[in-house]
């Protein structure tokens, strides 16, 4: 049987793989945070190590598990009946620690991918494709304006965050994160002499990007073509009549390199960013375990949410 731990509501990249399993007539059962504390009865026996869910044993039936957004909306609606902030704040970490055990229990089932492996951030991963041979944006991460000035004054720069480019609400009013371009003036113009520490990064001269999805040693890149090739960050284009999504082929020494790198990562799944630059260097930015990967295959025909649906039918029957 295969398990899927996703959201409780539509996931763009979960459902499309549902989908496919239902074709197939595969055996599966979704389970969300909310079939913990409300939608279903379950029952874990600590000591018989069974996991009673809709009278299944999933610890018995279960051989492969789709892993994906999971914890992400770990926020519990539970103001009616519990009022304070404080017993919500308990509750969130009595169900973070209720989850870590299920991750225990599942430990030698096959993960697509393992929950332990996700949390990669994006300094580490520049460092360690640096190690597999990958080329990687100059980089520094800093809290003041003296050392960001002398890096502005050497890169064309940017600022992205560390960990996750969101947006928050305040009122009426949403405000999202872009990787922006950084000059000089703008630290004038701040008059902050320190600051939260921030990550700059050389912004590169780019001829295009490259998304890349990685599905157990196979690669599926798509190049990302955009009339104006100054901008800093592709989201902002993604909706725009000027982008075209054209299927790629690295060189073999560099799917050798990202081979290597999603080994040392232990990933064995993820959406590589890179970028190739006018005099043809491949430069890798980041990698997202939980990444998206509808858009690259709808336009490159890549049939991507299929492939995956026939990887866990696999490994199930393995």
């Known amino acids: 049987m295969v398990l899927i731990l996703s959201f409780d509501e539509y996931e763009q990249c979960t459902d499309p793989v549902i ?3 239902l074709y197939y007539k ?10 913990l504390y409300s939608n279903s009865k379950f029952k874990i026996d600590i000591i018989n190590n069974t996991f009673l869910f809709n009278n299944i044993d999933l610890v018995k039936e279960v051989n492969c598990i789709y892993y994906r957004r999971f914890e992400d909306n770990l926020n519990l609606n539970l103001r009616n009946s519990y009022p304070t902030n404080q017993a919500m704040f308990e509750l969130k970490y009595e169900l ?7 991750y225990f229990i599942f430990r030698d089932k096959v993960w697509f991918p393992a929950p332990e492996n996700i949390a990669i951030d994006k300094l580490t991963a520049l460092s360690i494709a640096k190690e597999c041979g990958l080329s990687i944006p100059s980089s520094i991460v800093t809290n003041n304006s003296d050392d ?32 922006n371009s950084i000059f000089i ?3 004038r113009r701040w008059h902050c002499k320190q600051f939260f520490p921030t990550l700059i990064q050389e912004k590169i001269e780019k001829a295009f990007e490259i998304r890349t999805f990685y599905l157990d040693g196979d690669i ?5 073509l955009v009339q104006d090739e100054k901008y800093d960050d592709i989201k902002r284009n993604f ?8 299927p790629y082929k690295f060189p073999e020494e560099i799917e050798h390199s990202i081979r290597l790198f999603m080994s040392k990562v232990s990933l064995n799944t993820g959406s590589i ?27 490159c025909n890549y049939y991507i949410e299929q492939k995956i649906a026939k990887w866990l039918i696999k490994n199930d029957k393995k």
């Open 19 to 21: 989908d496919w399993l």
């Open 26 to 35: 595969v055996n599966f059962i979704k389970l969300t945070q909310q079939d």
């Open 96 to 102: 973070k620690d209720l989850i870590k055990y299920i």
């Open 148 to 179: 960001t000035a002398n890096f502005i004054s050497r890169n064309n720069s940017i600022v992205k965050p560390i960990r996750f480019s969101g947006y928050y609400t305040k009122g009426d009013i949403t405000y999202n994160v872009y990787t």
């Open 185 to 187: 003036e703008d630290l």
């Open 220 to 224: 599926y890149a798509s190049a990302i």
């Open 239 to 246: 909706n725009t009549e000027y982008i075209k999504w054209i």
């Open 273 to 299: 960013d890179m970028m190739k630059t006018k005099e043809g260097k491949f430069v890798f930015i980041e990698v997202n375990p939980v990444g998206q990967f509808m858009a690259p295959s709808d336009r």
